[in-house]
Each structure stands twice: as C-alpha cells, then as structure tokens.
C-alpha cells in the first residue's frame, strides 16, 4: 500500500512537472506573437501603460513603503508592533528581497529586451553582457510589485481584488513598454512570491505569530 502511494505522488510529481514544461514552452513560442501584437497598440493605451510602468519603479515604491513604516512606527509610539507597522516592514523587506533577487539573476542570464531585437526574438542570450539591454530575465519590477501585493492580500484579504489586479497591471505594463516578455514577468511573479514567503515565514517564526498561511 504504501509502494502505491509513493508511485503515486512521484507519478503526480512527473505529471506536474511535465505540464510546467510544456506550459513554459508554449509561453516562449507564444511571446513574439504577443510582442507584435502590442506593437499595435494605440498610442494613448502605450502612454497608460507607460506611466503605469513608471509611478511603479522600485526606485519609487521601495522609498515610499520605506517612508510608511517610518510613520507607522512614529504613530505607535511605545505601544507594540502593531498591525500596519508589521504590514508595511514586511512589506518593505519582501519587496527588497524580491528586488535583488531579480538582479542576481539579470546579469549572468543576459536576455535582450523586446525593444532591441528587430525580429523580435525572445532567445537572444548574452550573459555577462554589461549592458541594461541585455538584463530583461526576470522583471525587476514584477518581482517587486508581486512580493508587495502578495503580503498585502495576506494580511489584508479584502484587498485581493485589488492588489492582485494591480500585481497583474503593472507586469502587463512592462511588456507593452516593450522593457520585457512575457516569460520575464512570470519569472518576476515567481520571484516575489518566493520573496514574500520567505519573509512571512520568517516573521511568523520570529513574532510567534499564528496568522493563517498564503
């Protein structure tokens, strides 16, 4: 019984791993299509996507959470941790940690952006390439947005219908600018989740906190 349970989870495990394969292959044939397509977009759809893009750099977001907590902490005195200074450390520490580990993985990988392959191809590689140009894998900024956005419709679920649309906003818009594929994004989305788990736990081990998981 307990030989067929383990084929069991490892043919699940083989099954699992199998459609993510596939499902990332069909991401890669499919992103030069969806380059193109936004190509076409009107002028005044780029220019939202634009200035989406731009009021949600890390640059901006990462100081301004910086500046809440700072508040936060001033506002409760010597009352405790409370709950909108646990929010937004956790928030602040889950998006740096995002932040870098998108750029650690920028420079060795070494894809080109969209905007600087005329054909449009999404598998020009040049590692180590010294360049801005050659650092679209994963997105920065998704990485980011999505380890925020993940901590805050955690503790804060009523906001999920919210944040998660944004989360979703911000990476689209990455990809309209043509600063990154579609394949960078999710990268970047993987990322800040791994990012924002590992901070909660860490939290929830160091407060003794017995808040619901993700």
């Known amino acids: 019984m307990t030989r067929d349970c383990a084929l069991e989870r490892s043919t699940h495990r083989s099954i699992r791993w199998l459609a993510i394969g596939a499902s990332a292959a069909l991401l890669i044939a499919l992103e030069r299509n969806v380059a193109f397509l936004v190509r076409q977009f009107p002028e005044k759809v780029r220019a939202f996507f634009a ?21 936060a902490l001033l506002r409760s005195g010597k009352r405790g941790c409370h709950l909108p200074v646990k929010v937004a450390a956790i928030c602040l520490i889950s998006g740096t940690c995002a932040l870098v580990l998108a750029l650690l993985g920028k420079v060795p990988l070494g894809r080109a952006r969209p905007q600087i392959t005329g054909e449009l191809d999404p598998l020009v590689f040049k590692p180590f390439g010294g360049s801005a140009a050659f650092e679209s894998l ?10 925020i956005c993940i901590c805050l419709a955690t503790y804060a679920p009523r906001s999920r219908l919210i944040v998660l649309p944004c989360m979703v906003l911000i990476g689209l818009s990455r990809v309209v600018i043509e600063r990154h594929w579609v394949s960078d994004v999710v990268a970047g989305w993987m990322a ?7 901070t909660l736990l860490l939290f929830r081990r160091m407060l003794g906190t017995g808040e619901r998981g993700m």
């Open 192 to 198: 800040g989740w791994l990012a924002a788990s590992m």
């Open 51 to 71: 200035l989406v893009s731009s009021v949600t750099e890390p640059v901006l977001v990462l100081p301004l959470l910086a500046a809440i907590l700072a508040i």
């Open 138 to 147: 994963p997105s920065a900024q998704a990485a980011t947005t999505a380890a």
